[in-house]
């Protein structure tokens, strides 16, 4: 039912910073806690960031804590994140996902954009 376009992944030195956008479909979108996820080749999935409906609270996982931030703008559909101060290791497929309600799993997925952090 909602679709989801991540876009702004690229190649970046070691130390720079991006911005990932992840644009949604449909008129409730403030309803929808949002997260995002990445996936390294030989890698599980990982948890990177998520933030609620309306924006009051955000979480990050450990790996990038202080170096990453979640946003949103429901006017627009759009969550971000922003990615500073990047490491070799960030290197990965980066994907967003809606939870439809609070303590849901993440139900909609994106197609995911390639981030590659060189050293």
């Known amino acids: 039912q909602v679709q989801l376009v991540e876009s702004g992944g690229g190649l970046v030195q070691a130390g720079g910073s991006l911005r990932l956008s992840c644009a949604a479909s449909?008129?409730?979108?403030?309803?929808?806690?949002m997260g995002w996820f990445r996936q390294a080749p030989g890698k599980e999935r990982e948890f990177v960031a998520a933030?609620?409906?309306?924006?009051?609270?955000?979480y990050y996982g450990d790996s990038v804590k202080g170096r990453f931030t979640i946003s949103r703008d429901n006017a627009k559909n759009t969550v971000y994140l922003q990615m500073n101060s990047l490491k070799p290791e960030d290197t990965a497929v980066y994907r967003c996902?809606?939870?439809?309600?609070?303590?849901?799993?993440?139900?909609?997925w994106g197609q995911g954009t390639q981030v590659t952090v060189s050293s």
């Open positions: 449909g008129r409730t979108f403030s309803a929808y806690g």
């Open positions: 933030i609620r409906g309306r924006g009051g609270s955000t």
């Open positions: 996902a809606a939870q439809p309600h609070m303590g849901s799993e993440y139900e909609y």
